[in-house]
């Protein structure tokens, strides 16, 4: 890959960031849900800690959760909010975003009202 020469070292910045950018583009440009995931999941494996993405992960899951059947619907539900929960850790050492964190709390808790004891584990109030 001509962005990250140097396997040793951690990869570039630049380069998760255009794997965030792709996904957001697939999402505007109305493509399929796997090219927006796909690029999603490349960005994310090339820095899990990347608060943006991790958020962005949360709510594609939501989304899938809430346009689900009920066979599936617990279990996309669920893997939402393990993004969300990595996201606030991640945000609570970086900066405050008190408020985005209890919007989305408040979201799981009125559409998913089966993971309201997950929520309370999750800091941020």
């Given at each position: 890959n001509r962005f990250w020469l140097n396997r040793q070292l951690p990869p570039p910045r630049a380069l998760y960031e255009l794997y965030f950018i792709k996904a957001l583009v697939s999402q505007v440009e109305?493509?399929?849900?796997?090219?927006?995931?796909?690029?999603?999941?490349?960005?994310?494996?090339?820095?899990?800690?990347?608060?943006a993405v991790l958020f962005e992960l949360?709510?594609?899951?939501?989304r899938r959760a809430l346009e689900s059947g009920l066979d599936s619907k617990e279990t996309l539900?669920?893997?939402?909010?393990?993004?969300?929960?990595?996201y606030v850790k991640c945000v609570l050492k970086d900066r405050p975003v008190m408020k985005k964190i209890s919007d989305m709390k408040a979201m799981?808790?009125?559409?998913f009202p089966f993971l309201a004891a997950d929520l309370d584990g999750i800091t941020g109030k």
């Open positions: 109305k493509e399929p849900v796997e090219n927006q995931l796909q690029a999603l999941k490349k960005a994310e494996e090339l820095n899990p800690r990347f608060h949360a709510v594609f899951y939501y539900a669920r893997t939402s909010l393990g993004y969300f929960e990595r799981y808790t009125a559409d």
